[in-house]
């Protein structure tokens, strides 16, 4: 079987390390292949946003399958294009379509799904440019922190959250009058600040039934102990050891079946990964966002943890068939820690040599920012290399 993912961070490089490790006779291709890739997938250079392009790739290399990881091909509708097109429509999608992606692409569609279906979340209220002037008095009623959100995409850089109401105002008028998101931020959802710890939770949906994935938890911020500026994400770790059985029973009761029923009910055509933020607010998981993708850092240590064979997986994902898998996953603890180039995620620079990678015996490492050139590894990228390592005791 021809299997083509699209995307070429540490995130798609797990799911190509996953695959090969398949019993089953998978011939992987990537886009844009890292050096970390080149091995184990045959490399397809394209834009992933180019839509003929990918259609190309696919009748060319004859490919079966197309696993998506990042968002915005999803959110674009690349699921919908291959089911709606004439020559290709037969390929298994793993990824929603743009009707599904909206839980991702705009942040008031998840909000409203969410109210419709009864699922935790943070109240809220949206506003456009036209009702700033109510915006404003809405901020100015409530307490800080303020929390304003793009509702459109806005690579991972759209969430505002200020202490001070004028800080508050200013932002907002930023977004809805000097388009600081560009479209994203023609509208805004403003919301109450949840206090409590943060984790993501991974569902696999086929349409009809779903499968739990390991939970993990990622850390975004840049510096030593959780602090600096926030980043694409530094580190995850799996399993999330404050998630005991008690709360991840009512994360599935009151919102992974909710989220499950509600797809369902509304008609939304679904099948992929839910990527589910939550945040645990006084033993009450809320939701915070929905993504509609795995995570990226989180990937990297959730998949390895899965016991089956994943290509059964997402074979039995793309034959409505997930409820024959019995799912496994080992106890053993699971950390990604990032490297970045100094000065992310701010400006930095590329081309460094990266030497000593072949020494590395006890750890995996997927690649990101990194690149071929004259045989030499090189920085290509902000967030480089997920160094993923695996022990019984988590305080080794
Ligand atoms: P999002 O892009 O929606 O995941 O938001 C980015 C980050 O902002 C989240 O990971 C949280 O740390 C924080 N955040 C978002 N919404 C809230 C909220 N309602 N209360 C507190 N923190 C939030
Ligand atoms: N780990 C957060 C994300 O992938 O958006």
Redesign the pocket.
Known sequence: MNLLIIGSGAREHAFAWKIFNSKQNVNIFITNSTPGTINIAKSISLDINNFSEIKRSIIINNIETVLVGPEIPLINGISDFIKNDKEIFHVNVIGPSKHGAKLEGS?EFAKLFMTRNNIP??N?KSFNKSSIDDAILFLKNNTP?Y?L?ADGPAA?K??I?VDNVNDAIINLKEMLIDSKFGSSSNKVVI??????I?MSCFVLFDGTNYKILPYAKDY?RIGEGDKGL?TGGMGSVSPVSFLDINLKGKIEKQIVIPTINGLIKEKIDYVGFIFI?L?NVDGFP?V??Y?VRMGDPETQVVLPRIENDFMEILNACCSQSLDQIDLQFKSEYYTNVVVASGGYPEKYDKGFEISGLENVKDSIIFHAGTALIDNKIVTNGGRVLSIVSSDNDMNK
Do not use: C, D, R, S
């Not at 919301?191 to 409590?196: A, H, N, V």
């Open positions: 942040k979340t943070a809220y922190p929390v959100k991972g759209g969430v959250i919301e109450e600040f949840l206090t409590g943060e975004k926030n933020g945040i809320k915070i966002e993504n």
